[in-house]
């Protein structure tokens, strides 16, 4: 899927033009991405991708929160994993791309996942359990941190703020008839992507990405889960040394 994103032919610039910020999804709840919430190693990310794979009774929100044992779902605030610091202050930024991806991480014994709900998802898939259907397995990839997609309902409707300004998805977070909470669990189909040239003008604070999705699993007994797949988010900036006007 990175392909979509390096596919930058609809454009023209100089390389040393070109800025990718990258995000992904993290259960920090400091009030700003904290360094030593991920181990400064080459594994760091390897216990939190399997966090990543929480299932709580809820869907998650922006409130910086998070608790397994109480079930406290992380946020959907993404972690950037590149460097901003280049967009900051230029003259002109321009957005050329987005691209968003959706990865299982659902592993038996993972840190921080519902056991009960991951014995439910091999089930549906594994002829000879009570849980098998030909039919009606959920959805997984059965690979350790793969990608996924294609699926509905996943509540998956973003956020991009720029200096604190909704960019792109400015009408996504309700639908014609308001706040229609079924209406909204059917989000924008992943993975996602936009190419385009949006002159952003000059960034002065910084980029924050909101994004989630997740898959309704049903254990039985009236115990259903809402089961979280860690979010990957590309965008591909041009910057400019002089003023251009916004898109």
Not at 71 to 92: F, K, Q
Not at 146 to 159: A, T
Not at 202 to 215: E, F, L, N, P, S
């Amino acid at each position: 899927m990175s392909a979509l994103v390096c596919d930058l032919s609809h454009v023209s610039f100089r390389e040393d033009q070109l800025i990718i910020a990258k995000f992904f999804s993290s259960t920090d709840t400091s009030r700003e991405p904290s360094p030593a919430h991920i181990p400064d190693t080459a594994d760091g990310y390897v216990t939190e991708m399997e966090r990543l794979g929480q299932s709580t009774s809820t869907i998650g929100t922006a409130k910086l929160q998070y608790d397994v044992a109480s079930g406290l779902p992380y946020p959907t605030r993404l972690r950037p994993v590149t460097d901003l610091s280049p967009l900051i202050g230029r003259a002109t930024v321009r957005l050329v791309s987005v691209m968003f991806q959706a990865y299982d991480t659902v592993i038996a014994g993972g840190t921080g996942q519902d056991a009960t709900t991951g014995a439910t998802l091999t089930d549906t898939v594994t002829p000879g359990t009570s849980g098998y259907s030909s039919t009606g397995s959920y959805m997984q990839s059965r690979f350790r941190n793969s990608v996924v997609g294609g699926w509905q309902p996943n509540w998956f409707r973003p956020k991009l703020l720029i200096d604190g300004r909704a960019v792109f998805f400015r009408t996504i977070a309700v639908t014609s008839l308001g706040s229609h909470a079924g209406d909204l669990s059917i989000g924008l189909t992943l993975p996602w992507c936009w190419r385009g040239d949006c002159t952003i003008g000059r960034i002065t604070k910084g980029i924050d990405v909101h994004a989630g999705a997740w898959q309704r699993v049903d254990n039985g007994g009236g115990n259903v889960k809402y089961l979280r797949f860690a979010i990957d988010c590309e965008l591909a900036f041009i910057i400019e040394d002089k003023e251009e006007p916004g898109c």
